[in-house]
């Protein structure tokens, strides 16, 4: 037998194996959050929201999202999919040990699954979040063994999960378009040209003196002498060197991380002209999303990214910090430049862009019912 016959042989199996629901149904979504920042919002919170408000004759979703695990059956009769964010710790464990005993003492039908968005066990020395995770692996690992399937944001994440569990899939990342807006290129209007690093302090070392992350020294010192030619804004997180040059003269301007409900907000009334994603090449950020292209792109500011995991592939990815510059340089000063950069990228990523549009939604839905074998 061919390798495509024994493709087609695995997919006619699949799609045997599937069983599918009658209609008009109801699916259950419960949510345990671990966290309640990043990727609580945009992988939990906002589908809830959404799900809640998905208009089917065929179908009517059920979408709750707490902090706070129920240990009590009731509370899960009409839940389909029991999903457990970012849980790590030996106590989470025991918790998610406990639901699967009630489920099976009650006879509860509903599904125990892992959600995570980030690599857990492969995280840089310097990134704060390291300790906590290498301090929970055992616990963690064990969280992902027992749970009935997982879902990530990407394929290398499936990849990187595998050995832990065979049942993964993929549900992608896509903005709330109730938050963020429509895209469209915005034309700005300053003096010198704006450009702009959204992302949070786990890029950056938070140790003084340090300078470890997802910037190379070469950008950073291409920041600091080019503050009278540029006006640099960094949201949320940035270098060490860069916070002196910030904190010390004001000649590059830093906010504070802001609540992820203001945030699209708060980066649009920058007026950036440019939007920068620089990442290490490491197992972690090639294991993440492409959550800041996509958040440029709504905000309609073409963006430069590090052709890594998440952004290879996109239009305008450079390949190495010299690169970097060049692109700033080349963009700065010429608006055509700009905006033919950002429809491009718009082009490529518009469909995966936003919850509300392609059908997205009930694609999140589908992916989580062909973890359970079933399909609408």
């Known amino acids: 037998m061919s390798n495509k016959q024994k493709l087609n042989a695995e997919k006619g199996t699949r799609r045997i194996a599937l069983k599918k629901l009658p209609k008009p149904c109801k699916i259950g979504f419960k949510y345990h959050l671990g966290d309640t920042a ?44 029991a ?6 710790t030996p106590e989470q464990f025991k918790m998610i040990q406990h639901f699967k005993q009630m489920r099976a003492q009650t006879k509860l039908n509903t599904s125990i ?14 990134n704060f979040a390291r300790d906590f995770y290498v301090k929970n692996k055992e616990s963690a690992e064990k969280i992902l063994g027992i749970v009935d399937g997982i879902t990530v944001s990407t394929d290398f994440l499936k990849k990187e999960y595998y050995k832990y569990n065979k049942n993964i899939v993929v549900t992608p990342n896509h903005l709330p378009m109730f938050l963020w807006g429509e895209a469209e290129f915005r034309p700005q209007e300053n003096k010198k040209p704006r450009i702009l690093y959204a992302g949070s302090m786990n890029h950056f070392s938070i140790k003084p003196g340090e300078n470890h992350g997802d910037m190379e020294q070469e950008l950073i010192k291409y920041i600091i002498n080019t503050v009278d030619k540029y006006e640099w804004h960094f949201v949320g ?17 830093y906010h504070e991380w802001q609540n992820i409900m203001s945030l699209p907000l708060y980066l649009r009334n920058i007026k950036a002209d ?11 950020n090639m294991s993440k999303s492409n959550i800041k292209a996509l958040e440029g792109t709504a905000l309609g500011v073409p963006m430069i990214c590090s052709n890594v995991g998440p952004y290879k592939g996109i239009p305008g990815t450079v390949e190495t910090t010299t690169d970097m510059i060049n692109r700033i340089e080349e963009l700065a000063g010429n608006i055509d430049k700009r905006q033919e950069q950002w429809s491009v990228q718009y ?17 999140y839905v589908d992916s989580h019912l062909r973890l359970v074998k079933m399909c609408l």
């Open 274 to 284: 440019i939007s920068l994603a620089p990442l290490e090449n490491n197992r972690f």
């Open 38 to 81: 990043g990727c609580g919002y945009i992988r939990c919170i906002f589908p809830s929201l959404l799900l809640n408000n998905l208009v089917s004759k065929d179908l009517h979703i059920d979408a709750f999202f707490t902090n706070q695990y129920t240990p009590m059956p009731q509370s899960y009769m009409q839940t389909t999919f």
């Open 347 to 363: 082009e490529y990523l518009k469909d995966i862009l936003y919850w509300e549009t392609n059908n997205n939604l009930m694609k």
């Open 83 to 88: 999903i457990f964010q970012r849980s790590a």
């Open 237 to 253: 997180g940035a270098p060490q060197r860069v916070l002196e040059v910030a904190r010390g003269t004001g000649k590059i301007i």
């Open 113 to 126: 699954i892992y959600e995570i968005d980030d690599n857990l066990f492969d995280i840089p020395e310097w």
